[in-house]
């Protein structure tokens, strides 16, 4: 029903470039938000790649947000800036605003930046990656649109207020942790809606706190706060979701207390007259050099020593391996280089729909 086809890496990324490009996106800025789609789909987060391509694209044609991305400095000192992305390209003013913030980190030792009006970004993790790559720690967190229920409620209040961390090591690779603080999110509703997979109980609950695990009753419950994701740790207080409701709320705190910013349901992407209007998302990052602290090789081996330590532990029954964070993306770059990246029947046609919408050619082999 949803037969995958694998298509090569680069074809992929240049179709995304045109797509942004064709809208309207200046070439290197179109450029930057193809590189960190195209980051998710090669870390094997299918989610947040070439699959949520026609969410900027829809967001683009409804107005709601600028292809062209004017950011203004409203504050800045030796190590901070208060940043407003005028509800312009996410990764843009996503890269952007890290770079400052390692910049800072660079010569101050640490560099943190509060972003307001800024649009979705992608993976949260690609952001601090960018800081392990140069030898920094990096952290970035960012608000969304109600999505999440409070503990002990079954209205959304928060978004699913990602957390993503990275540092470098000496394995080969950095630790990256990138996660929600909701058990799912709605990218992965998505991708099951495509696959017409149902969703486990116990991960989106309706008014009356019960289970849903029909994908587009979920999406379209989503639309219409008839549905929640649960924090993570779960519904109530015996597997401690409260601990994934306080982490959504530190997200929420630090996206829109720093800025001045809008937060919970003022991200909904509607005015009081109910039209349709920018998300007005938050956006915190922080970059911290490790040489203004310890010597990077140092560092890297004591991080290596603690990734190594974990993956060494003893393994429960049936299990051969240990994880850490940003180890299984990390090989699933390789593999998706070599094999493709897989595209549904569904996802396909969306991308078809955009190419003829925009009389794009050369793609027709692939899409």
């Known amino acids: 029903m949803n037969d995958i086809q694998y298509i090569p890496v680069d074809p992929v990324q240049r179709f995304m470039i045109d797509v942004f490009k064709a809208l309207g996106t200046p070439p290197g800025e179109a450029e930057i938000c193809a590189d960190v789609l195209i980051a998710s789909d090669l ?10 391509l026609k969410y900027y694209y829809d967001r683009i044609q409804a107005g709601v947000q600028s292809v062209e991305t004017e950011i203004e400095v409203v504050n800045e000192t030796e190590t901070t800036a208060v940043l407003d992305g005028h509800d312009g390209m996410g990764q843009v003013i996503a890269y952007r605003a890290m770079r400052l913030a390692m910049e800072k980190a660079r010569q101050y030792g640490t560099g943190a930046v509060a972003v307001r009006n800024g649009t979705h970004f992608g993976i949260a993790g690609y952001y601090p990656l960018m800081a392990a790559e140069e030898g920094m720690i990096g952290l970035c967190v960012t608000n969304a649109r109600p999505a999440q229920a409070p503990t002990f409620g079954t209205e959304p209040m928060l978004g699913t207020n990602p957390i993503a961390f990275a540092a470098p090591s000496d394995m080969g690779f950095p630790f990256c942790l990138d996660a929600a603080t909701s058990i799912s999110q709605r990218g992965k509703i ?30 379209a419950g ?20 409260y601990k994934g409701y ?28 109910g039209s349709r209007r920018p998300y007005m998302l938050g956006h915190f990052f922080l970059a911290i050099d490790i040489e203004h602290f310890i010597p990077l090789e140092t ?19 049936g299990q051969d391996r240990i994880y850490v964070a ?14 493709g990246i897989p595209v549904n029947a569904n996802l396909r046609r969306e991308l078809q729909a955009m190419r003829d919408e925009l009389g794009m050619e050369g793609y027709e082999a692939y899409f």
């Open 190 to 219: 998505e991708v099951a809606a495509r696959a017409g997979k149902p969703v486990p109980e116990g991960v989106i609950i309706d008014p009356q706190g019960q289970s849903l695990t029909d994908p587009e009753q979920i999406l």
């Open 299 to 317: 560092s890297q081996r004591v991080t290596g020593s603690i990734m190594r330590s974990l993956q060494a532990s003893r393994k429960a029954p």
């Open 246 to 273: 306080g982490l959504a709320t530190v997200v929420e705190i630090l996206s829109a207390s720093l800025c001045g910013g809008a937060f919970m349901k003022d991200l909904l992407g509607f005015a009081p007259d």
């Open 222 to 241: 989503l639309g219409r706060a008839t549905a929640a994701f649960l924090p993570l740790g779960g519904a109530g207080e015996e597997l401690a979701g």
């Open 326 to 339: 940003g180890e299984k993306e990390h090989e699933m770059v390789e593999i998706v280089r070599q094999a």
């Open 43 to 52: 870390r094997g987060i299918e989610s947040h790649g070439i699959a949520r």
